[in-house]
Structure formats: C-alpha cells, structure tokens
C-alpha cells in the first residue's frame, strides 16, 4: 500500500488547522497510520530540506519549520502521494485552487500551511527521518 509523509506546518498548528486537515483526507478514504505533535530539531529541518540547501530560502525555511510545533503524518492508500498533493494545492497559496487546503488557508509561499512528499522516493525518505518503523501502525487486510 502507497504510502505517504505529510506535516501540517507551524502556522497550520497555531491556526488550529489540524482537525480540518485530518478530516479532509480522513473523508476522501486515506488511512492515517502514524501521528504526532513535535518540535522539528535544527539539524532534522536540514536533513528534511536538504534538496532546497543551495535556494535563497532556505535558512528562512529552516527557521520557519523549527519555530514551534508541527503535525508529523504517515498516511496511506491508492494513490496517496498524487492525491495528497492535489488536495493540498500548488506550493504558492497565490496559484493553489479554492478547495484545496492552502488555497482555502494560505497566502503566503513560506507559510503555505502542509507541506507533502513529491515522489515515492521522498516519501520513504521523509517517513525514515520523522518515524520509527514501530510508531507505524498496520491495519487489518479486511478493511
Ligand atoms: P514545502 O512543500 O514544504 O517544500 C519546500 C518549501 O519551501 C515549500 O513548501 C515552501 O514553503 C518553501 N518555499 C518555496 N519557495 C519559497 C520562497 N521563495 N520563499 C520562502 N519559502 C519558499
């Protein structure tokens, strides 16, 4: 089963966006299979982000995502790396479609709410740096 790592950001949290988010991907048929509230250390941030090292922002970035806590998830199903991405909108707020999660709450790139893994490789990476295999659960077939 595809899975797939996605964190609602500071702003989501302090925003109190956790439940909305959950909720969306809960109805759309996604099965959460880890969770949890943390603080992202300086030097997960940078492993995290280490493809946008050489990008302008990228200490801006850092700071942002270590500035106070952030939803950690694993969730998945068919097609949950695409989908996820579709539902969460384009990366800029400005260009993300009403409907999706940072058009209808984000304005700024920054600050864009979620952020979600781009690939299958990614997804496996960034579940490694954020979870225990043990902190993952496993559903019944039958479900
Ligand atoms: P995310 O999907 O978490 O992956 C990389 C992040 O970089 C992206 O979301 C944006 O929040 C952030 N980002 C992209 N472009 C910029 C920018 N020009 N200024 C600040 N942050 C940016």
């Known amino acids: 089963m595809e899975r797939t790592y996605l964190m609602v950001k500071p702003d989501g949290v302090q925003r109190n966006l956790i439940g909305d988010i959950v909720s969306r991907f809960?109805?759309?048929?996604?099965?959460?299979?880890?969770?949890?509230?943390m603080n992202v250390s300086k030097a997960t941030a940078e492993e995290h982000y280490a493809e946008h090292k050489?990008?302008?922002?990228?200490?801006?970035?850092?700071d942002f995502i270590t500035s106070g806590p952030v939803f950690a998830m694993v969730w998945q199903g068919e097609n949950v790396i695409a989908t996820a991405r579709q539902m969460m909108g384009a990366t800029n707020p400005k260009d993300a479609l009403p409907g999706t999660i940072r058009g209808d709450f984000g304005v700024t790139v920054g600050k864009n709410i979620?952020?979600?893994?781009?690939?299958?490789?990614?997804?496996?990476?960034?579940?490694?740096?954020?979870?225990k295999e043990e902190e993952l659960t496993e559903y019944s077939k039958s479900m």
């Open 54 to 62: 050489e990008r302008p922002f990228f200490g801006e970035l850092v």
């Open 114 to 131: 979620i952020h979600g893994s781009d690939s299958p490789e990614s997804a496996q990476r960034e579940i490694g740096i954020f979870f």
């Open 26 to 37: 809960e109805k759309k048929g996604f099965q959460l299979v880890g969770a949890k509230l």
